[in-house]
């Protein structure tokens, strides 16, 4: 069946260090994928989308890579800040650009000061 | 800051009742979504819209309904409230042309919705 997973147990790390989050699917073929930060309570917020023809996409202290070979993306937050703590989503389009999204459940991040 | 909203916030009701939840969007755009996620798990699609009077059910069946009359309302209706209803329901918003990042969703605050 198609799957995306995600890590289930949250990361912990300390303040300052890179947070690696990582992004499995299968059964998939998607043009782009998306991440999405949670906070407790609220709807999702959109960080970073990568198309399939992407190896790498950055956007401030954020970078998101996308293999395609592996059916994999991985999301990076360097420098981190307690402020960073929060649930991370990854997300795709299965449909090839109605834009019905699939999430997968998310990793929670704990920055510790 | 997203300008797509729900209301309400927080709904207790018992079962049997109907309820609408409202969503509405001032960013102009076609597509609308409304997804139901429970603590900890991944957000299901309950229903999809393209535009006015185009309405889909999602990959999660729902037994509520959707409607779209207007462009920036997609209000989400059940007939008779069940206790298996109670979960967080988002609603959603995306735009088809460029000048924003295709594929982009927009998400309102959500309604937490307990039904006893």
């Known amino acids: 069946s198609q799957k995306i997973e995600q890590n289930s147990e949250a990361l912990n790390i300390q303040e300052g260090k890179t947070a690696t989050l990582t992004c499995n699917y299968t059964?998939?073929?998607?043009?782009?994928l998306q991440w999405y930060r949670q906070d407790p309570g609220r709807g999702p917020v959109f960080l970073l989308l990568i198309r399939e023809n992407e190896k790498e996409k950055r956007k401030e202290r954020l970078k998101v890579t996308f293999d395609t070979t592996l059916k994999q993306s991985l999301f990076h937050i360097t420098a981190s800040q307690p402020a960073d703590s929060a649930t991370y989503l990854c997300a795709l389009d299965p449909t090839g650009g109605y834009n019905k999204l699939i999430f997968g459940a998310g990793t929670r991040l704990a920055v510790h000061p | 800051e997203a300008d797509i909203y729900q209301t309400p916030r927080y709904l207790v009701i018992g079962t049997g009742k109907k309820i609408t939840l409202e969503c509405s969007q001032t960013m102009g755009h076609d597509k609308m979504y409304w997804y139901q996620q429970d603590p900890g798990m991944e957000l299901h699609l309950i229903h999809y819209s393209y535009g006015v009077n185009s309405t889909e059910k999602g990959d999660l069946s729902s037994e509520s309904t959707v409607s779209r009359i207007r462009t920036e309302h997609f209000p989400l209706t059940l007939e008779s409230a069940r206790p298996s209803h109670t979960s967080q329901y988002l609603c959603?918003?995306?735009?088809?042309?460029?000048?924003?990042?295709?594929?982009?969703?927009?998400f309102g605050p959500g309604t937490r919705l307990t039904v006893l």
């Open positions: 059964n998939y073929s998607p043009a782009y």
């Open positions: 959603a918003s995306s735009a088809s042309t460029s000048g924003r990042v295709i594929g982009e969703q927009f």
